[in-house]
């Protein structure tokens, strides 16, 4: 039976570098972001373009529904940004080497004490490493059979935690989901506020004016654009959410395998 040998030095798992660019930091870049394209489009886009996309003809400018909808579409890109970062992390554990991936290596006591090692190290070095599945799988699956002795046991836990994480991976979607709900709300209640103000602009204006009829067109035009600007960002970030939450969850499910593949199946239950 063949024992699992420690790597050499230059083939240790390499643990994370510490983030540079941690979630708050992210999240203020993309609302920073948000204020300097509203800035550009406001000093140098046509006025028909900056009515639609920032609404800077009314006179309560730069309050405007459109504006707080552009920092809240950049609070769930900064978010989705974040998201992938993790995903490509998790996926990137799989090259780390945690376990024996030859055809040969059945794992034991002593093998199993220096693999949870490795796990734990690599873990907790470099700050945010410690939240990574595969080194939380590999941890909880070897304490589980150095306390049962049992494959069974150390399996079923495998499947409960998958099932765990996964849970934990929609919740981590939860202020994504939000922001995706709360833009097309924001351009409702935009396109409500520009109707009753066409409608007062109306009620105030001479009916006899022959210009009144086509400035209350363009403040109902205005009105919902709101609507619409806020369709296509919603539509963005829920297509941006699914591609990156089935690459997180796509990590999870390979991280489960490779532990089924490399650690499950090469258990040995000594008499």
Known sequence: MARVEPPL???QPRTSP?????????LLLCVVSAVVIIVLIQSFADSSIADLLIDKSRSTYPFTVQNVMWIVFAVGFGEIIVRFRDAVAE?????MRYLPEDERTMLQGPDLREIYVWAREAGLAGGEGQNRFLPRLIQRVVLQFQT?????????LLNSSLDLYLHEIDLRYSM??????VIPTLGFI??????SLALAFAAASDVQDPTMLAELTKRLAVAFNTTLMALVMSAFLVLLQHV?????????NSAGQYCLDNLINRLYEED
């Open 91 to 95: 996926r990137a554990q799989l090259s």
């Open 190 to 195: 935009g396109t409500v506020i520009g109707i």
């Open 148 to 156: 049962s002795g049992s494959i069974d046991q150390a399996n079923s």
């Open 244 to 252: 990156v939450q089935s690459r997180e969850e796509g990590a999870l």
């Open 176 to 181: 994504i989901r939000y922001t995706v709900w």
């Open 9 to 11: 030095p230059e083939e």
């Open 18 to 26: 510490r983030r540079v660019f941690n979630h708050p930091l992210i």
